[in-house]
């Protein structure tokens, strides 16, 4: 078993991969490139992360104790483009490309260079955007959603945002093509589309998602850029546009966002619990199928996000219908990820754990969501801490939980080592706790009228806050122990074999731990093929 | 009464505690937890719906988190469970429960839709005011009586709200829900806003009306609202926009009077303006702080 694929190292060693700093600036190496992607998402993390504390420190209590409002506000418009731009789209790109070739019986991605060249331009886009903090005017603070006429107003800052957004896409646009170009023509023959991991699935419409809607989030930005410097009137009532075409413009682009944001979440989720079940996933098809409508219907709810605009009544009804349609597809998920665990033979590895997190709590998240489609009661949710509880929901106990899933759960094949379980436990209870101390209290602190984006609140708001921000702090002190465990793996882990996880399934099982510098050199033979797909 | 009865029926008091609140409560405690029913027939419509969706939401979360949490407690390795791996799908389980959830879909659209239709329904309105949302307050203009005035937050939250003012937020009364000039509006009538916005977007949103609604720059949009015939009192909102630094700080206060106090109250405005309506018409008083020079809005002057 080993000897082809230490045959395999033994030539890699041969090529002229560049070493040093030159491994990493000049990386064509999917593994290279994915963990660079995964080490930049985790720092931004950290940084969102921080900006976040800073948030919940200032709302401890009422009265204004550390920050200035603008400030505030800065604080919640970057913290939110850093997470969304910086730590989630990244965080899955890395693990695509880590995963990818692997799954599909592939040496490596399909455009290395590309692969480089759309790493390489975020630390760029987030150095230029992170330094806007210190320009005059200070950093964008109207809100990630970049609504004008009010964005119009940012200071020095506001060309950096555009060309920050602009770089991001490309990056984005970039990633997407590599995963579709790969994915279509670098599969072993044998792999039939139906008969892919569903983590190459969901990141197949995922990308498909990016290239259709990055763009028109780039002309967006652009017709922000044109209004503030040249004249036009896009988006000014007095010159003939209209303030309300941009949140369409942007929504249109927000919601399949939304979905490029957690449909890679619903494939690693569905490579876990079939793993940690020792079951095969229930009705395969129905969820390549549900992913596939739920990315046809993200294009047709964008104006759920806006309907205290005042919206014709027809257009309000369509878009509340849309939405509620949306639960049919994602409940059939929920309940094949249910199925799969019916009648197995379940164990709670850190991974299974963080899984069965994500599907209680984004369960939740769905819940909120279902309520915040109802138009008349929207009224009262919409631009609450309601809003800010709901969708906390889908994202950190849903996509980063599920990022952290499938971060522990192929850490040992990148590796070769086996991390600290315990510890790794420790961090999942810690979190799970903690996320739900964080987020739950915000749904009673929007439903009792707290707005969201404000500095400072009316007292009665008071204790659910502390509550809401001692929540805060403790999760945000838990995830350091996510590199220390990391970085104690890779150091000092006890050495894994091919198949760490003893349900596991797939390709990437079938390869040695950590896999050879180019994935497959040669296709997987068929009986591997069915080996790895032992459904 | 046995034991079970009365575990029941503290359960039930508990939970009635918990979710049907009293219609303006905004002390903390139990009211802290749920939406209000206000003080309309609007309100009480989307209190209702939001309850109904609540519920069914709980009903699936029990089914759903129930067959989880069974399969987690009983379904386990170490207790010996077997996978069944012959268990890959079955078409009838997966038709009925896309089909319910069509269902129960359909079930909760038509009040909704209901509600809906009725809350945009505008016309045979007795009052009409023009909202204007600016940074960083209110304007009212009740449009058939030539009577507008002003509306900023209150001089004893805008001291405490400074950045490190040494003020106990607690110690000021509605702090930061306290306006100078409230929008006065009489109680049984339906009071048309058409809202609109002067610089960049607001919201106008006083949740035990029912009414949220958008004050966009260059364009009217209108809401209603009919308080009831029994009521009177203070109902407070806030701006639900993001609309630069001060967002936090531009509360909504409607003062809900009698019919014949209303009338009164616009009567002596009315002519009060008129009197000083040669120094360009000011409000009863004069507003306490022009919005304070920031950074934001300098550079929108300057640029």
Known sequence: MAEPHAHAAAHADHDHKPHGWRRWVYATNHKDIGTMYLVFACTMFFIGGAMAMVIRLELFKPGLQFVDPQFFNSMTTMHALIMIFGAVMPGWTGLANWMIPMQVGAPDMALPRLNNFSFWILPFAFTLLISSLFVPGGAPAGGWTMYPPLVLQTGASFPMLVFAVHLMGASSILGAINVVVTIMNMRAPGITLLRMPLFVWTWLITAYLLIAVMPVLAGAVTMLLTDHFFGTTFFTAAGGGDPVMFQHIFWFFGHPEVYILILPAFGIVSEIIPTFSRKPLFGYETMVYAVASIAFLSFIVWAHHMFTVGMPLAAQLFFMLSTMLIAVPTGVKVFNWTATMWKGSLSFEPPMLFALAFLFLFTIGGFSGLMLAMVPADYQYQDTYFVVAHFHYVLVPGAIFAMMAGVYYWLPKWTGKMYDLKLATWHFWLSTVFVNVLFFPQHFLGLAGMPRRIPDYAVQFTDWNMVSSIGGFGFGLSQFLLPYIVIQCIRSGSPVGNRAWEGAHGLEWELPSPPPYHSWTTPPSDAVIARGAAH | ?303
């Not at chain 2, 903390?28 to 419509?45: C, E, F, H």
């Not at chain 2, 001060?246 to 008129?274: C, E, N, Y």
Request: aromatic share 8%; hydrophobic share 50%; charged share 20%.
């Open chain 2, 1 to 303: 009464m046995t034991i079970r009865k009365t575990l029941a029926r503290l359960v039930l008091t508990a939970a009635a505690g918990a979710l049907a609140l009293p219609a303006v409560a905004e002390e903390s405690g139990w009211a802290q937890l749920n939406m209000p029913k206000g003080v309309t027939d609007i309100s009480r419509k989307i209190y209702a719906l939001h309850m109904e969706i609540f519920w069914v939401c709980v009903a699936i979360g029990v089914v759903v988190f129930g067959a989880m949490i069974w399969s987690m407690v009983v379904y386990r390795k170490s207790k010996g469970a077997i996978a069944d791996t012959t268990m890959v799908h079955n078409t009838q389980v997966e038709i009925v429960w896309t089909i319910v959830p069509v269902i129960i879909l359909i079930a909760m659209a038509v009040p909704a839709a209901r509600t809906l239709i009725e809350l945009e329904d505008t016309t045979r309105t007795g009052l009409n005011i023009k909202v204007t949302g600016f940074q960083w307050g209110w304007e009212y203009e009740y449009l058939d009586e030539g009577v507008s005035y002003f509306s900023h937050l209150d001089r004893a939250s805008d001291a405490a709200r400074e950045l490190g003012s040494g003020i106990d937020p607690t110690t000021v009364p509605h702090y930061l829900l306290n306006v100078d000039h409230p929008l006065v509006v009489p109680n049984g009538v339906k009071v048309r806003l058409l809202i609109t916005g002067a610089d960049v977007i607001h919201s106008w949103w006083v949740k035990d009306l029912g009414v949220k609604k958008d004050a966009i720059p260059g364009f009217v949009n209108e809401a209603w609202f009919k308080v009831d015939d029994d009521f009177t009192g203070m109902l407070r909102g806030n701006c639900a926009e993001l609309c630069g630094r001060d967002h936090g700080f531009m509360p909504i206060v409607v003062d809900v009077r009698s019919r014949a106090d209303f009338d009164a109250w616009l009567k002596s405005t009315a002519a009060g303006q008129k009197e000083a309506a040669a120094p360009a018409a000011p409000p009863p008083a004069t507003a306490p702080s022009s919005p304070p020079a920031t950074a934001s809005a300098a550079v929108a002057a300057s640029g």
